[in-house]
């Protein structure tokens, strides 16, 4: 699964926040700045967070 978040400052967008949740075991080794492709879209790890159990984690991206 994958979401994105606009963050706004008077109604203007600032910055566009892509985070995408994977089994740990599949994506959670990846660190700053590793490059990724999600659907054709190239994106750079901002940060990578265990979640629950550890078994899944969310990637924090940014687009190329």
Do not use: E
């Amino acid at each position: 699964a994958s979401d994105v978040y606009k963050r706004q400052a008077d109604g203007v967008v600032m910055t566009t926040d892509y985070m995408l949740t994977a089994k740990t075991t599949d994506l959670g080794a990846l660190i700053f700045d590793a490059a990724l492709t999600v659907n054709g879209d190239a994106y750079k790890v901002r940060s990578t967070r265990k979640i629950d159990d550890g078994s899944f984690c969310i990637l924090s991206l940014m687009k190329n």
